[in-house]
């Protein structure tokens, strides 16, 4: 009698296809990787493949693409700020930039195909990269440099340019996440992600605050 096999439907071998060209171009690269293994770890045929992806390329942006729409890390900072903007306590800023590096390192700490995804195009110069970073990364920056200017008016923050003082703070999470991703836990002393959040939350407010109101007026 003849074993009569499940039927998989498009959508699912779609998803089949991400799954593994996920964990194939995260760990060779885009370069290092072709579509005919992907192909083979995903049990189906090289057309099948192109039949849903059109190139290499598109395959490539198809997972950071699906990647970062799972984080929804723009959706998690509107949520946040609302949050904080709704807040009348007196940690409150502490709380708002820790629960952002919390947020990013435990996503990373779950999942770290991302962020090697994106150093991958990075480092091999592609142009996908440029494109991840125009459609995320920028949006991302904007959006807390926003909240930052607003901060600066109100006079509890030093004025400078919000956007650099938006990329120093994730600089500071992402040069922790970096090194934690690349040498791995166990190489040097490993910290939670709540210890590390809250000191590093510290550190750039205790140069960020104003005192007695030199913030103000910020442009």
């Known amino acids: 009698m003849a074993i009569k096999r ?6 699912e071998r779609r998803d089949q296809v991400l799954a593994v060209a996920r ?5 060779q690269g885009f370069r290092g990787t072709t579509t005919r293994q992907i192909a083979d770890q995903a049990q189906v045929n090289e057309a099948i493949l192109f039949r849903h992806f059109r190139s290499k390329e598109a395959l490539y942006w198809a997972v950071l693409d699906d990647l970062s729409r799972q984080r929804n890390s723009r959706g998690n900072l509107q949520a946040l700020i609302a949050e904080r903007i709704g807040s009348s306590k007196a940690n409150a800023d502490e709380d708002f930039f820790a629960a952002i590096a919390e947020g990013i390192l435990e996503r990373a700490r779950r999942d770290p195909s991302l962020l090697r995804l994106f150093l991958f195009s990075a480092l ?5 990269s440029q494109r991840f970073f125009r459609t995320y990364t920028t949006v991302y920056w904007d959006l807390l440099a926003k909240y930052i200017r607003g901060r600066m008016r109100a006079g509890e923050f030093r004025n400078m340019n919000p956007h650099l003082a938006a990329r120093s ?5 992402g040069h922790y ?12 002393p490993d910290f939670s992600d709540r210890t590390v959040s809250r000191t590093l939350a510290r550190i750039w407010l205790g140069g960020m605050q104003a005192k007695n109101g ?3 007026n910020a442009e």
């Not at 964990?23 to 760990?27: D, I, N, Y």
């Not at 703070?169 to 999470?173: D, E, N, P, R, T």
């Open 6 to 11: 499940k039927r998989v439907s498009a959508a």
């Open 23 to 27: 964990q194939l171009f995260a760990r």
């Open 124 to 128: 091999e110069r592609h142009s996908l």
């Open 169 to 173: 703070f994730i600089g500071m999470i």
């Open 177 to 188: 996440n970096i090194m934690h991703s690349l040498l791995g836990p166990g190489k040097y």
């Open 214 to 216: 030199a913030g103000r």
